[in-house]
C-alpha cells in the first residue's frame, strides 16, 4: 500500500509540475500552417519560412504532412534538385541525410562526410535509424566496423547485422587472401629448395607442379608481391633444360660409342676370321692378299678407335690376332724366298730354316710346317693322359642356366645380375671335367668380354652422372637445411650412386664420399642430440616402471579405490606412449618391463572385474526370472530397483559390462513390454467403459429437452451402476449438471418472461388507468381488487408523496422542485423504518395498491410508472 501511495504522490506531483510548466512559445506563423487544411496553401506558407528553427520545430510536429512537407523544403534548399551542395560542411550534409527519403542521397552525403570516425560517430548516436545504418555501410575498416557491432548490440538490430556480414566479408576475404599468399610461399619456399639442392629423381616432377600452380595463380596475385617467382621458375627451367641437353648429348655420345664398338667388334671378328681360314693351301702366292687385308683391317681399326677408344680387352685381342697375322705373312714371306723348304730337306738344312719360320698357336700348323720340324728332328709332345671320366650333368645344367641369366642380364644391361651370375659360374666351374669347361669355353670368353664392355661402357656413360651427384652433394655441405630433410637428401643421392652401379674411378667415388660425410656433420650433432632425448626418454620410462612397482607393493588392495586404479593405468599408459620414440633394444626392454608391472596391477583390477561382473550376471538373471513372472506390476518395480542396484556395483571392464547391460535391457524390455500390454488391454476396457457411459450422457442430453429432470435422473443412476476412472467420471457428472444447469436456466428465463409479461400488463394498466379483466394474470403479490377499490381525495394520499417513495425506493433521482420534500421523506423513512421490517419487494407492492386508491394527473401517472419500471 505505502508502494502504491508513493507512486501516486510521484505521479500528482509530475502532473502538476507539467500543469505548472509555462507552454513554449511558437514562432511566428506556427500556429497558421497548424491551422491550414489546405496542402498547397500550407505548403506555400511553410515555404514563406526562412529561419531554420521554425522547420525544425515543424518538423517535430505529430502531424505527418506537416513533417513530411517540412522535410521536402528544407531539403530542396539543402540540394537542390536532390544534388550535393559542393561546399557542404559535415553538418550540412548529416542534415541532408536525416531529412531526405532518397536513400542514394543520403548514402552519398554521409559518404562525403570527412572522415571514417565521423561517420562513425554518426552510426552510433544519430537518432534516425536509417541514418545510422546508412553511415555504417560506410564504415570499412575492421576495428571500426568491431567497434560498432559492440555498440549496436542490443541497440540497433539492423546496424549490428550490418557489421556482421561486413566483418564476415572482411574475414572471408582475409582467409581468401591468406589462402593466396600460403600458395605464393609455398611455390617460393619450394622453388627456394630445389635451386638450393639441385638436381634430383624428383626434380622434374616437382617444377611441373610449381609452374601448374603458378599458372592458376598468375592472373589472381596482381596486388601481391610475386616479383620474384617468374625469375625463381625460370632458374629451375634452366636446371631442366640443360639436364636435358646432358642426357642428350649422353644420349647421342652413347648412341655413337655403340655405333663405334659394333664397328669395333666386326674388325675384330674380321681379324680372327682371317686367322681361321689360314690352311695348307696357304702358300707364297697368297702373300699379296694376306698382306692386303691385314692393312685394311689396321686401318679400320684405327679409324673406329681414333674418337671412341675400344675396350682394353678389345683391343688386346686384336693386337694379338694382328701379331698373329704379322706372323703368318713374315713365314710367308720367307717361304717366298726358300721355295725348297716344301722339298726334301736334309735335318741340318731343315734346322737351318726352321728358326726363320714362325707360326702362331691360334692358327692350325700347315702340313709343310710339321714336315720341316719333323726334318729337324723336333720331337712332338707326348699328350698328356685323359682323366678318368666324370659325371657332371647336373653342374652342366646348373652352369648353363647360369650362362642364360648371364645372356639375360647382358642383353637388359645390368651389371650387377650379370655379374652375379658370372661369379656363380666360376664358383661351379672346378666341378665341370675339362672336356664341358673346353665346350663352354668359347661361349663364357665371350659373354665375359661382353660384361666387361659393359661395364667399361657403364662407368664412361655414368661418369658425368656421378660428377653431377657430387656436385650435388657438395652443394648440401653447410646447407640451412633441417637435419632430417637434409639426411633424407643424403640418402636420396648415395641411393643415386649405388644405383649407377660399379666403377672404376676411385676418385669420383672418394669425392662424394668426402662430401657426403661433410654433409652429414650437422646431422650427427642432430642425431646424437636425438639419442640424448631418447635416452632421457628411456631413463623417464624406467621411473614410471619403478613407481608403478612401488605403487603395486605399497597399495592396500582390500580397500582401493578401483576407478582410480584404473585411471592411473590408463595414465600410466599414456605417459609410457609419450616417452618416445627410444632405441628399439631399449624399447623391447622397458615396453617388456612395463607390460609386467602394469600386468601385476591389472591382475588386482581383474579380481574386482570379477566379482563386480559376478554382481551383474547375478542381477541379469533375477532381471530374466523377472521377465518370466506373471505379475507385471511387482516384476517392473523389481527391474526398476534391479536398474538401480546395477548403478551400485563397481567398476567392470567395458565390453563384459556392455554385454551384460545389453542382456539385462533386454529382459527389462520385455517386462515393461508385457506390463505396457496390460495396460493396454487395461485401458482398451476403461475406453469402452467411458464409452458407454459417454452415450448414457449423450442420450440424456438428447431426452433432457422432451422428458426435462426424469432423463437427467435416470442417467445418474446408471452412471453409479459403472465403475469409472475418477477423471472420466468427474467429467461425465459435470456433463449431466451442465445439462441440468441448462434446463433450470430454461425454465427461470421462461418464469422470468412470464413475470415479467405480468409487470408489463400492470404498467399498462396503470399508466391507462384501466381495469384487468378475470382473465389477466397479475405479478405476485398484486390483487386485480386493488383497482375495484374507491380513489381516496387528494388530501388524503398525496400521489406526489408516493411517486417520491417509489423514486426512492428505486434509487432515481427526483425532479429539483421536490428534492426538499423527499430529503423530508427519507428522514421519515429513516426514523418510521427502524420499527418495520418490510423487503423492497412488500413495499414496492404496498406502494402500488396506494397508487391505485390515489388519485393522479397524466405527468405524475407517468412518473410512477416510470421509478416503478426501475424498481422491477
Known sequence: MALFKKLFNRDKTRNAAETKKPAAAKPSGHQAILNEKDPEQRLSLINAITDESELESLIREANRDIRQQAESVWISRLAPAGALPSNADDSTLIRIASLTRDDSLAKSAIA??????????????????RVRLAAAETVTSESALIDLQKHAQGKDKAVYRHCKDALAAIQAEQAARQQTQDKIDYIRSNADTLLRLGYGPEFTGKVQILQQRWQELEGKVSDFDVTDIPELLSQLERILKAQKEEEQQAIALAAEQEEATKTQEAVLAQAQQLLQEFNDDLNAEALESVTTQQAALTTQWAATTEKHPALASQQKQFEHAIADINTVITTLQYLAENADITGTLTPEQARTHLPNVAWPHSVETPTWLESLRKAAGEKRKAPKPAAPKQDDKDTREKVEGLINELETALEARIVNDAANALKQIHRLNDKLTPKTQNQLQGRLRLLTNQLNELRDWQGFAVTPKKESLCEQMEVLIDADIAPDLLAERIKELQSEWKSLGHSNDRDLWQRFQDASDKAFEPCKAHFAEQAEQRGKLVTLREQLIEELRHYEANMDWDSADWKTVQNTLNAARDTFRSYSPVDRSSHQKTQKAFNTVCDAIYAHL??????????????????????????????????????????????????????????????ADTVFSKLNDARDARKAEINETVATAEAIVETARQNAATEGMSAIVEARGKLAEIELPKGAHGRLV?????????????????????????????LGFIESGTQPDAETTLPEGID????????????????????????????????????????????????EGMGRNLSKHEERNALIKQWLSAEADSDLTQRFVTALKAAI
Not at 571514417?116 to 544519430?126: D, G, I, S, V, W
Not at 428465463?749 to 409479461?757: D, L, M, S, T
Not at 387528494?794 to 423527499?822: H, V
Open 112 to 129: 562525403k562526410i570527412g572522415d571514417e570516425p565521423a561517420r562513425l560517430t554518426l552510426a552510433k548516436e544519430h537518432t534516425l535509424a
Open 606 to 667: 581383474k579380481a574386482e572385474y570379477d566379482r563386480n561382473l559376478d554382481q551383474k550376471r547375478a542381477l541379469v538373471d533375477a532381471a530374466e526370472a523377472a521377465a518370466n513372472s506373471d505379475d507385471m506390476s511387482a516384476a517392473a518395480e523389481q527391474v526398476k530397483k534391479i536398474q538401480q542396484d546395477w548403478k551400485s556395483v563397481g567398476v567392470t571392464p567395458r565390453g563384459p559390462d556392455q554385454k551384460l547391460w545389453n542382456q539385462l535391457r533386454k529382459h
Open 734 to 762: 459435470k456433463a449431466l449438471n451442465d445439462v441440468e444447469e441448462r434446463l433450470n436456466s430454461e425454465r427461470n428465463a421462461a418464469k422470468v418472461a412470464q413475470e415479467q409479461e405480468r409487470w408489463n400488463a400492470l
Open 784 to 831: 386485480a381488487e386493488w383497482f375495484a377499490q374507491n380513489r381516496e381525495s387528494p388530501d388524503s394520499l398525496d400521489a406526489s408523496k408516493l411517486c417520491i417513495t417509489m423514486e426512492i425506493l428505486a434509487d432515481i433521482d427526483s425532479p429539483a422542485s421536490d428534492k426538499g420534500q423527499r430529503m423530508e421523506l427519507q428522514v421519515q423513512r429513516l426514523a
